[in-house]
């Protein structure tokens, strides 16, 4: 796979945009893989099976209250009901494998400056429900880049068969 720095040595600037496509696939790769890589990789596994809304604990998030721009009349003025949730990053990454790590720093929900994890949520009209959505958003977030980078597995029958080719 071409590397992003090695692209724009090659390509001139018109050319560049055209080569993007191969910066964003996902590889599979037939390699081998060392030993502690396929540990941490079935270790997100055992962890993704049991992995639910309630195995990241609320108690290690701060959630702050402001109250939401836009239109909605007198209650959007008057309640502070937008909830911002952060968690910081090296507290979150004890409850989430190591082959994460990157993909969750790459996050959109990534703050660089804070080194947080920070959601913000204003679709309810109650502080309670908007905290409860964004521990609901890193839930899903953490889904997606789960399955966006750890592998299936490929079962002995299936082997079986490339083999055999």
Not at 72 to 91: C, I, M, P, R, V
């Amino acid at each position: 796979m071409l590397q992003s720095h090695s692209l724009k040595t090659i390509c001139s600037a018109p050319l560049r945009g055209q080569f993007d496509f191969l910066q964003k696939r996902r590889t599979f790769s037939s390699r081998p893989r060392s030993e502690s890589e396929e540990a941490d990789l079935e270790a997100a596994r055992a962890w993704f099976r049991d992995f639910n809304q309630s195995t990241i604990p609320t108690r290690i998030s701060t959630t702050t209250g402001s109250r939401p721009g836009g239109p909605g009349g007198q209650l959007a003025n008057n309640t502070d009901s937008k909830a911002t949730t952060t968690w910081e990053f090296d507290t979150l990454t004890r409850y989430v494998p190591k082959v994460l790590h990157e993909e969750l720093r790459g996050s959109r929900y990534f703050a660089r400056r804070s080194n947080t994890i920070s959601i913000q949520c204003a679709t309810h009209r109650n502080k309670t429900k908007n905290t409860s959505e964004t521990h609901k958003r890193l839930f899903e977030e953490l889904s997606r880049l789960y399955k966006k980078t750890v592998p299936g597995t490929t079962d002995p029958e299936q082997k079986k068969k490339v083999d055999d080719l």
